[in-house]
C-alpha cells in the first residue's frame, strides 16, 4: 500500500520542481551575434543590461563580423547583430535580413601598430626592418580589422614589401593571441583589443581614421529572423544608452558619431 502514496508525493514534488524551474526561466532569449573584438565589453554591457530588465537573457556569440554576416545569411538564429564594419551590415540591409529602422552605431575603435612591451618599434616604416619576421593581421577577406589594415599599408605604400611577413588570424583576438604568445613580433589590431593585454603589449603607432582607412563603427541591428523583435530592440538601444556606452568606452572603445 505505501508505494502508490509514494509514488504520488514523489509526483507532487516533481510537478512543483518544475513549476519553480518554469518560474526562474527566463521568459525572453535573445541571441546576439558580435565582432570578436567586443567580446570582453558586451559580456559587461549583458549584465547590466540582464539587471535592468529581468526575464530576458541574452546569449552571446563571438566571430569576425564576415563569418556572422554568412551564418545570418544561412539562416543561424539570431536575432541581434553587432558588427565591428558597416560593410558587413550594409551587405545584410541590400538582402532586406534586417530590420533598418533599428540599426545604430554603438562606438568607434582605433587601429594600431601593436607590439610586445620590449620591442623598440616605434613607427609603421619599422615593418620593413629585417627584425621583423612576423606581422599579425587578420584575414581581410573576412575580418574588419584586417581590411582596415590593409587598406592602411596600401595607402602607406607597404603592402607588396610585407606579404611575405604576414600571418593571419581568422578573427582579431586570434590576430592579438600570435603576438601575446610571441608568435608575431608584431600586429595591426584595434585598439580595445590591445587594452586587454596591457601587461604584454604596447601601442607603437596608430593609423589614421579617414585617410589611411574609413572610420571604424560598430553598427548594431535586429535582424528580421528575429523571433525576440521588441526585447531585441531595447538591447540596441541599450548599447546606445549612457550606460552600456560607459562600459563600452571603459574597454577602450569610442562614442559613435552623433
Not at 107 to 120: G, H, Q, V, Y
Given at each position: ?5 509514494i ?9 512543483g ?46 566571430a ?26 550594409d ?44 606581422i ?17 599599408l ?22 592579438l ?27 607603437v603607432?596608430k ?52
Amino acid at each position: 500500500m505505501r508505494s502508490p502514496l509514494i509514488a504520488f508525493f514523489v509526483l507532487l514534488v516533481l510537478l512543483g520542481c518544475g513549476q519553480n524551474e518554469a518560474a526562474v526561466r527566463p521568459e525572453q532569449v535573445i541571441r546576439v551575434s558580435a565582432a570578436s573584438s567586443l567580446t570582453d565589453a558586451l559580456r559587461e554591457v549583458v549584465q547590466a543590461f540582464e539587471t535592468d530588465h529581468p526575464g530576458i537573457q541574452v546569449e552571446l556569440n563571438f566571430a569576425s563580423s564576415g563569418v556572422l554576416k554568412h551564418q545570418i545569411e544561412q539562416g543561424a538564429p539570431v536575432d541581434v547583430f553587432i558588427s565591428a564594419s558597416a560593410v558587413e551590415m550594409d551587405a545584410l540591409d541590400q538582402k532586406n535580413l534586417t530590420f533598418k529602422e533599428t540599426r545604430a552605431n554603438i562606438a568607434s575603435n582605433e587601429l594600431i601598430l601593436a607590439a610586445r612591451l620590449e620591442s623598440k618599434f616605434s613607427q609603421w616604416g619599422d615593418l620593413l626592418k629585417n627584425e621583423v619576421k612576423r606581422i599579425a593581421i587578420s584575414n581581410p577577406e573576412t575580418v574588419p580589422s584586417g581590411r582596415y589594415a590593409k587598406r592602411t599599408l596600401v595607402k602607406r605604400g607597404l603592402w607588396e614589401d610585407l606579404k611575405d611577413k604576414f600571418v593571419y588570424g581568422e578573427n582579431v583576438r586570434q590576430t592579438l593571441g600570435y603576438l601575446s604568445r610571441g608568435d608575431a613580433d608584431v600586429a595591426i589590431i584595434f585598439t580595445s583589443d590591445a587594452l586587454t593585454e596591457r601587461g604584454k603589449v604596447k601601442i607603437v603607432a596608430k593609423a589614421v581614421s579617414g585617410v589611411d582607412h574609413p572610420e571604424i563603427l560598430y553598427p548594431a541591428v535586429v535582424v528580421v529572423r528575429s523571433q525576440q523583435p521588441a526585447p531585441s530592440t531595447a538591447f540596441v538601444s541599450f548599447l546606445r544608452s549612457e550606460k552600456g556606452s560607459a562600459v563600452l568606452q571603459r574597454y577602450g572603445f569610442l562614442p559613435p558619431p552623433n
